[in-house]
């Protein structure tokens, strides 16, 4: 079975630039959830889709936004980028909201400057 | 609001050592419990999760962790540490409501030395 996917790996912008992460689930997960890791931290909960729909959301504001297809791969979008949005962003799926736990992927590690 | 904690950020061991992480959270309805290793340069890795029966649950790599619910803990060990054991560990936690978020703790960075 594959994996979760993402990219691009590495990424830097400038800010108030807009950037766009993708994140491609593992087989047979319908549930997408985005985190941010910040350097010495631990994972922050972004959102979460669940067959297409927001099904949850962090501490986030509405500057992060998301997508999830059909295909139940999904989005990350981020407008009018901020230096302290330099972090590493996590993609996780599931099935059924995560219930039973998520599979990771390695991240998109974005830097603003 | 919903936290958890691990107490030791940075441990130095020598391989061979026995190994004891500490997770504490704050949550008084249902959850599963996770802990996740995250090696240098790789992605979470899922080493063992508790959900419910014996508190006392087994994970890859000779990791096992307790959950004591009347002390809100699921700690971690691992009885001889080996130098491939170096990472960082995260305790999360599931509340299981709505969205069944993840919470994590701030990590703990273990070096192993040989």
């Known amino acids: 079975e594959t994996g979760v996917t993402q990219s691009p790996t590495h990424l830097i912008k400038t800010r108030g630039q807009q950037v766009t992460l993708r994140c491609s689930s593992q087989?047979?997960?319908?549930?997408v959830s985005w985190y941010q890791q910040a350097l010495g931290q631990g994972p922050q909960f972004i959102f979460q889709y669940y067959r297409e729909e927001e099904n949850g959301r962090g501490n986030f504001p509405p500057r992060f936004s998301g997508l999830q297809f059909p295909n139940y791969s999904s989005e990350l979008n981020v407008n009018a980028l901020e230096l302290d949005d330099s972090a590493l962003y996590l993609c996780?799926?599931?099935?059924?909201?995560?219930?039973?736990?998520?599979?990771f992927g390695s991240g998109t590690r974005l830097t603003v400057v | 609001a919903q936290s958890v904690s691990q107490h030791n950020h940075h441990v130095i061991l020598s391989e061979a050592a026995s190994l004891e992480l500490g997770c504490n959270y704050s949550y008084g309805g249902t959850v599963n419990l996770f802990w996740y290793v995250q090696y240098p340069g790789q992605h979470l890795q899922l080493l063992l999760k508790y959900f419910s029966g014996d508190p006392l649950v087994k994970g890859i790599k000779g990791f096992e962790a307790e959950f004591i619910k009347s002390k809100f803990s699921f700690n971690l060990r691992k009885p001889s540490v080996q130098w491939s054991d170096t990472a960082e560990y995260f305790c999360?936690?599931?509340?299981?409501?709505?969205?069944?978020?993840?919470?994590f703790g701030t990590g703990t960075r273990l070096k192993v030395l040989a």
């Open positions: 996780a799926s599931s099935f059924q909201r995560g219930q039973g736990g998520y599979t």
């Open positions: 087989s047979g997960h319908n549930t």
């Open positions: 999360a936690v599931n509340v299981l409501s709505g969205t069944y978020k993840y919470i």
